[in-house]
């Protein structure tokens, strides 16, 4: 009887620990996914978009300029920066290719992808190159800061 006891003892014993090491700690926050949004027409990127130039490579101790794209459901865009910079000014229409929005005018390619986070929150990737060769990229987020499910 004393050995059952002592054998008890010995299980609630390891039970506690088990629970106690098992025991969840501080909960980890859940990592944002990103997936690639296929556009197949213009209005799922339609409406005014804003966000930072980054020249690629970017020199140090630039000011940042701003980015606002609009798109209409037609595909036509307008360019434009804060501070007002003609570099960035310009309009034309986008066509569709391979997923994405594109165009190409007389002061470069700009090529806009759609990615959208887990929650629906969505950024617009603008890359573009101008003529002398120079790269340019800026994440836009909407400026109604409306999420995808708020807009369907």
Not at 31 to 45: A, E, N, Q, W
Request: with cysteine; proline share 7%; charged share 20%.
């Amino acid at each position: 009887m004393r050995r059952l006891i002592g054998y008890s003892s010995l299980l609630i014993l390891a039970l506690a620990l088990l629970v106690t090491c098992t025991e969840p700690g501080p909960k980890k926050p859940v990592p944002t996914v990103k997936s690639l949004v296929t556009l197949k027409d213009f209005g799922t990127i339609a409406g005014k978009w804003e966000g930072p130039v980054n020249p690629d490579p970017k020199p140090a101790n630039q000011a940042q300029d701003r980015l606002v794209v609009v798109i209409t459901p037609e595909g036509g865009y307008h360019l434009s920066s804060t501070p007002d910079v003609d570099l960035f000014k310009t309009s034309g229409k986008l066509i569709l290719k391979f997923g994405q929005a594109v165009d190409q005018n007389e002061k470069g390619r700009i090529a806009f992808t759609l990615y959208e986070e887990t929650g629906g929150k969505r950024t617009l990737h603008a890359t573009g190159i101008v003529k002398d060769g120079k790269e340019y990229w800026s994440g836009l987020t909407s400026a109604q800061g409306l999420a995808r499910s708020q807009i369907d």
